[in-house]
Protein backbone atom coordinates (compact mmCIF):
# COMPACT_ATOMS: atom_id res chain seq x y z
CA UNK A 1 0.00 0.00 0.00
CA UNK A 2 1.11 3.28 -0.95
CA UNK A 3 1.73 5.80 2.09
CA UNK A 4 0.28 9.01 0.65
CA UNK A 5 0.36 12.40 2.78
CA UNK A 6 -2.14 15.06 2.57
CA UNK A 7 -0.79 18.10 3.20
CA UNK A 8 -4.54 19.88 3.97
CA UNK A 9 -7.95 18.38 3.96
CA UNK A 10 -9.59 17.69 -0.07
CA UNK A 11 -12.95 17.65 -0.57
CA UNK A 12 -14.49 14.78 0.51
CA UNK A 13 -15.01 12.87 -2.47
CA UNK A 14 -10.73 12.56 -2.92
CA UNK A 15 -10.41 10.93 0.47
CA UNK A 16 -13.31 8.72 -0.89
CA UNK A 17 -11.50 7.47 -4.13
CA UNK A 18 -8.22 6.61 -1.26
CA UNK A 19 -10.45 5.29 1.00
CA UNK A 20 -11.93 2.97 -1.76
CA UNK A 21 -8.62 1.53 -3.19
CA UNK A 22 -7.75 1.03 0.35
CA UNK A 23 -4.72 3.16 0.06
CA UNK A 24 -2.79 4.51 3.25
CA UNK A 25 -2.89 8.04 3.56
CA UNK A 26 -2.88 10.42 5.98
CA UNK A 27 -4.07 14.41 6.01
CA UNK A 28 -2.96 17.50 7.60
CA UNK A 29 -4.98 18.69 10.95
CA UNK A 30 -3.64 21.21 12.24
CA UNK A 31 -4.98 24.65 11.59
CA UNK A 32 -3.89 27.20 9.05
CA UNK A 33 -1.33 26.09 6.46
CA UNK A 34 1.00 23.67 7.66
CA UNK A 35 4.66 24.86 8.34
CA UNK A 36 7.81 23.37 6.59
CA UNK A 37 9.16 21.87 9.59
CA UNK A 38 6.39 19.52 10.09
CA UNK A 39 5.83 19.42 6.23
CA UNK A 40 9.73 17.92 6.66
CA UNK A 41 8.46 15.35 9.63
CA UNK A 42 5.16 13.85 8.03
CA UNK A 43 7.18 13.02 4.53
CA UNK A 44 9.95 11.10 5.89
CA UNK A 45 8.16 7.49 4.86
CA UNK A 46 5.83 9.24 2.19
CA UNK A 47 5.73 7.83 -1.32
CA UNK A 48 3.04 10.12 -2.56
CA UNK A 49 3.13 14.20 -1.52
CA UNK A 50 -0.50 15.43 -2.45
CA UNK A 51 -0.74 19.11 -1.66
CA UNK A 52 -1.97 22.11 -2.39
CA UNK A 53 -0.12 25.63 -4.05
CA UNK A 54 0.06 26.87 -0.46
CA UNK A 55 2.39 23.69 0.20
CA UNK A 56 6.10 24.92 -0.77
CA UNK A 57 8.34 22.05 -1.91
CA UNK A 58 11.47 23.00 -2.35
CA UNK A 59 15.12 20.90 -1.90
CA UNK A 60 14.89 20.75 1.83
CA UNK A 61 11.48 19.02 1.68
CA UNK A 62 12.04 16.55 -1.11
CA UNK A 63 15.42 16.19 0.44
CA UNK A 64 13.22 14.91 3.34
CA UNK A 65 11.26 11.98 1.41
CA UNK A 66 14.04 9.83 0.52
CA UNK A 67 10.73 7.30 -0.47
CA UNK A 68 8.97 9.78 -2.65
CA UNK A 69 7.75 8.96 -6.23
CA UNK A 70 5.10 11.61 -7.03
CA UNK A 71 3.81 15.14 -5.99
CA UNK A 72 0.32 15.96 -6.59
CA UNK A 73 -0.03 19.20 -6.72
CA UNK A 74 -3.72 20.56 -6.19
CA UNK A 75 -3.84 23.22 -8.77
CA UNK A 76 -3.51 24.37 -12.31
CA UNK A 77 0.20 25.94 -11.16
CA UNK A 78 3.19 24.29 -9.61
CA UNK A 79 5.25 27.32 -9.50
CA UNK A 80 5.70 26.40 -5.69
CA UNK A 81 7.31 23.00 -6.33
CA UNK A 82 11.20 22.65 -7.65
CA UNK A 83 10.39 20.64 -10.36
CA UNK A 84 13.44 20.51 -12.41
CA UNK A 85 14.48 19.13 -9.04
CA UNK A 86 12.02 16.65 -8.85
CA UNK A 87 12.55 15.18 -11.93
CA UNK A 88 16.73 15.04 -11.02
CA UNK A 89 15.32 12.81 -8.07
CA UNK A 90 12.60 10.65 -10.39
CA UNK A 91 9.72 12.14 -8.96
CA UNK A 92 6.63 12.61 -10.86
CA UNK A 93 4.63 16.13 -10.42
CA UNK A 94 1.47 16.43 -11.73
CA UNK A 95 -1.25 19.52 -11.99
CA UNK A 96 -5.45 19.61 -11.96
CA UNK A 97 -5.70 22.10 -15.26
CA UNK A 98 -8.65 22.64 -17.55
CA UNK A 99 -10.94 21.58 -14.89
CA UNK A 100 -10.63 24.88 -12.96
CA UNK A 101 -10.77 26.84 -16.35
CA UNK A 102 -14.99 27.37 -16.17
CA UNK A 103 -14.59 28.54 -12.91
CA UNK A 104 -11.46 30.81 -12.95
CA UNK A 105 -13.13 32.29 -16.23
CA UNK A 106 -16.38 32.94 -14.07
CA UNK A 107 -14.84 34.88 -11.11
CA UNK A 108 -13.20 37.02 -13.82
CA UNK A 109 -16.39 37.88 -15.50
CA UNK A 110 -17.68 38.52 -12.18
CA UNK A 111 -14.62 41.13 -10.99
CA UNK A 112 -15.17 42.73 -14.37
CA UNK A 113 -18.86 43.42 -13.69
CA UNK A 114 -18.39 44.22 -9.74
CA UNK A 115 -15.65 46.33 -10.75
CA UNK A 116 -17.11 48.07 -14.03
CA UNK A 117 -20.59 48.46 -11.78
CA UNK A 118 -19.10 49.57 -8.73
CA UNK A 119 -21.15 46.46 -6.75
CA UNK A 120 -18.47 46.24 -3.94
CA UNK A 121 -18.27 50.07 -3.14
CA UNK A 122 -22.36 49.88 -3.55
CA UNK A 123 -22.41 47.06 -0.94
CA UNK A 124 -19.85 48.77 1.73
CA UNK A 125 -22.28 51.91 1.42
CA UNK A 126 -25.30 49.84 2.04
CA UNK A 127 -23.52 48.05 5.10
CA UNK A 128 -22.41 51.43 6.37
CA UNK A 129 -24.32 54.67 6.36
CA UNK A 130 -26.93 53.55 3.34
CA UNK A 131 -27.78 56.30 0.84
CA UNK A 132 -30.19 59.35 0.75
CA UNK A 133 -32.14 58.01 -2.28
CA UNK A 134 -32.08 57.68 -6.63
CA UNK A 135 -30.56 60.47 -8.19
CA UNK A 136 -29.73 61.01 -11.56
CA UNK A 137 -25.85 61.11 -10.94
CA UNK A 138 -25.39 59.37 -8.23
CA UNK A 139 -22.78 56.16 -8.39
CA UNK A 140 -22.34 56.47 -11.66
CA UNK A 141 -20.44 52.96 -13.15
CA UNK A 142 -19.50 51.92 -16.82
CA UNK A 143 -21.47 49.36 -19.01
CA UNK A 144 -19.45 46.42 -20.73
CA UNK A 145 -21.45 46.95 -23.87
CA UNK A 146 -18.97 48.03 -27.42
CA UNK A 147 -16.19 48.30 -24.76
CA UNK A 148 -12.92 46.72 -25.44
CA UNK A 149 -11.72 43.61 -23.35
CA UNK A 150 -7.88 43.08 -23.77
CA UNK A 151 -6.81 39.58 -22.68
CA UNK A 152 -3.25 38.85 -22.56
CA UNK A 153 -2.92 34.94 -22.46
CA UNK A 154 -5.49 33.31 -24.55
CA UNK A 155 -5.27 30.11 -23.22
CA UNK A 156 -8.28 27.61 -22.00
CA UNK A 157 -9.44 30.31 -19.58
CA UNK A 158 -9.10 33.62 -21.66
CA UNK A 159 -10.81 31.98 -24.04
CA UNK A 160 -13.48 31.19 -22.25
CA UNK A 161 -14.11 34.32 -20.91
CA UNK A 162 -13.87 35.63 -24.43
CA UNK A 163 -16.79 33.74 -24.73
CA UNK A 164 -18.57 34.62 -22.04
CA UNK A 165 -17.79 38.54 -22.48
CA UNK A 166 -18.81 38.78 -26.17
CA UNK A 167 -22.51 37.89 -24.54
CA UNK A 168 -22.29 41.39 -23.63
CA UNK A 169 -21.59 42.85 -26.42
CA UNK A 170 -17.70 43.45 -25.48
CA UNK A 171 -14.91 43.60 -28.08
CA UNK A 172 -12.33 41.19 -27.60
CA UNK A 173 -8.50 41.82 -28.61
CA UNK A 174 -5.65 39.22 -27.27
CA UNK A 175 -2.05 38.85 -26.76
CA UNK A 176 -0.16 35.54 -26.50
CA UNK A 177 2.93 33.87 -28.10
CA UNK A 178 0.91 33.08 -30.97
CA UNK A 179 -2.29 33.67 -32.37
CA UNK A 180 -5.15 31.13 -32.48
CA UNK A 181 -6.32 29.34 -35.47
CA UNK A 182 -8.24 31.65 -37.60
CA UNK A 183 -11.04 29.72 -37.54
CA UNK A 184 -11.00 29.70 -33.61
CA UNK A 185 -11.05 33.37 -33.49
CA UNK A 186 -13.50 33.28 -35.45
CA UNK A 187 -15.57 31.19 -33.23
CA UNK A 188 -14.58 33.50 -30.29
CA UNK A 189 -14.68 36.82 -32.35
CA UNK A 190 -11.49 37.92 -31.17
CA UNK A 191 -8.35 39.95 -32.94
CA UNK A 192 -5.07 39.15 -32.29
CA UNK A 193 -2.50 42.19 -31.50
CA UNK A 194 0.51 43.02 -29.81
CA UNK A 195 1.05 42.75 -26.33
CA UNK A 196 1.36 46.83 -26.58
CA UNK A 197 -1.36 47.19 -28.59
CA UNK A 198 -3.65 45.52 -26.54
CA UNK A 199 -2.52 47.21 -23.54
CA UNK A 200 -3.46 50.45 -25.16
CA UNK A 201 -7.15 49.38 -26.44
CA UNK A 202 -8.09 47.97 -23.80
CA UNK A 203 -11.06 49.78 -21.75
CA UNK A 204 -11.00 46.45 -19.80
CA UNK A 205 -7.70 44.54 -19.09
CA UNK A 206 -7.30 41.11 -17.61
CA UNK A 207 -4.47 38.76 -16.98
CA UNK A 208 -4.29 34.83 -18.14
CA UNK A 209 -0.66 34.27 -18.33
CA UNK A 210 1.45 31.65 -16.36
CA UNK A 211 3.98 33.50 -14.52
CA UNK A 212 7.92 32.48 -15.86
CA UNK A 213 10.81 34.33 -15.67
CA UNK A 214 9.84 35.99 -18.74
CA UNK A 215 6.35 37.08 -17.46
CA UNK A 216 6.97 38.49 -14.24
CA UNK A 217 6.31 41.89 -13.79
CA UNK A 218 4.34 41.92 -16.79
CA UNK A 219 2.57 44.92 -15.67
CA UNK A 220 5.06 48.00 -14.75
CA UNK A 221 4.80 51.39 -14.49
CA UNK A 222 5.73 51.96 -17.59
CA UNK A 223 3.05 49.42 -18.76
CA UNK A 224 0.02 51.32 -16.59
CA UNK A 225 1.43 54.61 -18.54
CA UNK A 226 0.59 53.41 -21.65
CA UNK A 227 -3.17 52.29 -20.51
CA UNK A 228 -6.43 54.16 -20.78
CA UNK A 229 -6.83 56.63 -17.70
CA UNK A 230 -10.29 55.05 -17.58
CA UNK A 231 -9.33 51.42 -17.94
CA UNK A 232 -9.69 49.05 -15.41
CA UNK A 233 -7.22 45.94 -14.83
CA UNK A 234 -7.97 42.66 -13.74
CA UNK A 235 -5.90 39.48 -12.47
CA UNK A 236 -6.82 36.19 -11.83
CA UNK A 237 -3.79 34.57 -12.93
CA UNK A 238 -0.43 34.88 -10.86
CA UNK A 239 0.01 37.81 -8.42
CA UNK A 240 3.73 38.43 -9.84
CA UNK A 241 3.06 39.22 -13.39
CA UNK A 242 1.70 42.81 -11.83
CA UNK A 243 4.45 45.09 -9.85
CA UNK A 244 2.10 45.81 -7.16
CA UNK A 245 4.08 48.68 -6.07
CA UNK A 246 3.94 50.16 -9.48
CA UNK A 247 0.13 49.44 -9.64
CA UNK A 248 -0.43 51.09 -6.54
CA UNK A 249 1.07 54.28 -7.99
CA UNK A 250 -0.77 54.38 -11.12
CA UNK A 251 -3.98 54.35 -9.03
CA UNK A 252 -2.99 56.88 -6.40
CA UNK A 253 -1.78 58.96 -9.63
CA UNK A 254 -5.42 58.17 -11.60
CA UNK A 255 -3.42 56.60 -14.25
CA UNK A 256 -5.70 54.03 -14.43
CA UNK A 257 -9.45 53.73 -13.39
CA UNK A 258 -9.16 50.57 -11.10
CA UNK A 259 -8.20 47.36 -10.33
CA UNK A 260 -9.66 44.01 -9.40
CA UNK A 261 -7.27 41.19 -7.87
CA UNK A 262 -7.78 37.58 -6.93
CA UNK A 263 -4.17 36.67 -6.69
CA UNK A 264 -1.21 38.93 -5.11
CA UNK A 265 2.61 39.45 -5.76
CA UNK A 266 3.80 38.52 -2.18
CA UNK A 267 0.89 36.14 -1.70
CA UNK A 268 -1.40 35.92 0.91
CA UNK A 269 0.14 39.60 1.94
CA UNK A 270 -1.36 42.63 0.16
CA UNK A 271 0.58 45.26 -1.09
CA UNK A 272 0.12 48.05 2.04
CA UNK A 273 -2.03 50.94 0.57
CA UNK A 274 -4.81 49.15 -2.12
CA UNK A 275 -7.09 48.10 0.49
CA UNK A 276 -7.36 51.48 0.93
CA UNK A 277 -8.76 52.35 -1.99
CA UNK A 278 -12.45 52.29 -2.92
CA UNK A 279 -11.76 51.37 -6.58
CA UNK A 280 -9.88 48.26 -5.84
CA UNK A 281 -12.04 45.25 -5.60
CA UNK A 282 -10.13 41.79 -3.21
CA UNK A 283 -10.72 38.63 -3.25
CA UNK A 284 -8.98 36.06 -1.42
CA UNK A 285 -7.76 33.46 -4.66
CA UNK A 286 -11.41 32.06 -5.13
CA UNK A 287 -10.66 31.59 -8.56
CA UNK A 288 -11.15 28.07 -8.82
CA UNK A 289 -13.01 27.84 -5.54
CA UNK A 290 -16.37 26.25 -6.97
CA UNK A 291 -17.86 22.85 -5.38
CA UNK A 292 -18.10 20.94 -8.76
CA UNK A 293 -13.84 22.51 -9.65
CA UNK A 294 -12.66 21.46 -6.21
CA UNK A 295 -14.31 18.03 -6.93
CA UNK A 296 -12.96 17.75 -10.00
CA UNK A 297 -9.25 18.69 -8.88
CA UNK A 298 -9.54 16.42 -6.19
CA UNK A 299 -10.66 13.45 -8.35
CA UNK A 300 -7.16 14.06 -10.07
CA UNK A 301 -4.80 13.76 -7.69
CA UNK A 302 -6.85 11.28 -6.03
CA UNK A 303 -6.47 8.76 -9.12
CA UNK A 304 -3.05 9.55 -9.75
CA UNK A 305 -2.01 8.12 -6.54
CA UNK A 306 -3.71 5.12 -6.91
CA UNK A 307 -2.33 4.55 -10.68
CA UNK A 308 0.83 5.15 -9.18
CA UNK A 309 -0.37 2.37 -7.00
CA UNK A 310 -1.25 -0.39 -9.19
CA UNK A 311 1.76 0.98 -11.44
CA UNK A 312 -0.88 2.36 -14.47
CA UNK A 313 0.05 4.87 -16.02
CA UNK A 314 -0.03 8.90 -14.57
CA UNK A 315 -1.80 11.85 -16.00
CA UNK A 316 -0.84 15.50 -16.07
CA UNK A 317 2.91 15.34 -15.46
CA UNK A 318 4.73 18.54 -15.57
CA UNK A 319 8.25 18.04 -15.01
CA UNK A 320 9.00 16.11 -17.99
CA UNK A 321 9.18 12.38 -16.82
CA UNK A 322 7.46 9.80 -18.89
Request: proline share 4%; aromatic share 6%.
Amino acid sequence: MSKIYLSAKLPELGTTLLKKAALDYKVYEGTGLITKKELIQQVADCEVLICPLSTQLDRDVIDAAPNLKLIANFGAGFNNIDTDYAKEKNIYVTNTPVVSTNATAELTAGLIIALSRRIVEGDRLMHDKGFDGWAPLFFLGHELKDKTLGIIGMGQIGQALATMMTAFGMKIVYSQRHPLTPELENDLQATFASQEDVIRQADILTLHAPLTKETHHLLTSETFKQMKNSAFLINAARGPLIDEAALLQALNDKQIAGAALDVYEFEPKVTEGLKELSNVVLTPHIGNASVEARDQMAEIVAKNAIALSKKEPITHIVNGLD
